[in-house]
């Protein structure tokens, strides 16, 4: 059952503390990457990786980290420098970066209080 | 930014009615695509149409592409309540290696 799978679903976390959100994929794309959602804004690219140990900033990657030390898994942790965290976390992954259609995980909620 | 924008933010109709959802965009892309996202899940590929095409069918769907005027549309036909959910538009612009997505219009399909 090919797939990309996000744990956990939902996440609660105090201020101040660093969370890493996981994203793994058996689909093996080489291209993966992390989006936020907020209400009302769409979706905003946060990192993605066109390859295994390599990865760029996308349009709001401060107060965020990730790496990709294997194929098929390209985990997100937010740190502390975040400003505001709560959000509903992304990951995607497709055969190649750019033109490709991308394949969605179900998401996570994270809430910072 | 390059965000594209969905027209119109949310649109509500009675089952069998056809919906239709517009996209804008703002420079020359290779292809354009459409998604879906049902309320708190990933969103779901629906339809890619590439800059040199300008209209694609899959089965309810029907997406236009104009590029002189930067825009696309996605037309529901014969609506179901199932089909309630978000729907994004995703540009490849030239020169990108990643999508950027709108903010997506709201569907609410009544039975």
């Known amino acids: 059952d090919g797939g990309i799978t996000q744990s956990p679903k939902y996440l609660f976390r105090k201020e101040g503390q660093n969370v890493t959100l996981s994203c793994e994929q058996n689909?093996?794309?080489?291209?993966m990457y992390w989006y936020r959602q907020d209400p009302g804004q769409g979706l905003r690219l946060i990192y993605y990786?066109?390859?295994?140990?390599?990865?760029q900033k996308g349009d709001i990657a401060e107060g965020y980290s990730v790496s990709r030390e294997k194929k098929e898994s390209f985990p997100l942790t937010v740190t502390s420098a975040q400003k505001n965290p709560t959000a509903f976390y992304l990951c995607?992954?497709?055969?190649?970066?750019?033109?490709?259609?991308?394949?969605f995980g179900p998401g996570t909620r994270l809430t910072v209080t | 930014s390059q965000q594209g924008e969905e027209d119109p933010q949310a649109l509500s109709i009675q089952e069998g009615e056809n919906a239709t959802m517009n996209c804008s965009y703002k420079?020359?892309?290779?292809?354009l695509q459409w998604y879906r996202q049902n309320s708190g899940r990933g969103l779901v590929h629906l339809i890619l149409?590439?800059?040199?095409?300008r209209e694609k069918h899959s089965g309810r769907l029907r997406v236009t592409l104009d590029t002189s005027k930067k825009s696309s549309s996605l037309l529901i036909t014969a609506s179901r309540a199932a089909d309630t959910a978000s729907y994004f538009c995703?540009?490849?612009?030239?020169?990108?290696?990643?999508?950027?997505f709108g903010k997506g219009t709201m569907l609410l399909v009544s039975p």
């Open positions: 990786s066109q390859i295994v140990n390599d990865f």
């Open positions: 420079t020359s892309i290779n292809n």
């Open positions: 995607a992954s497709s055969i190649l970066a750019g033109t490709y259609e991308q394949y």
């Open positions: 995703a540009t490849d612009y030239s020169g990108y290696s990643t999508l950027t």
């Open positions: 149409i590439r800059s040199n095409e």
């Open positions: 689909l093996n794309h080489d291209a």
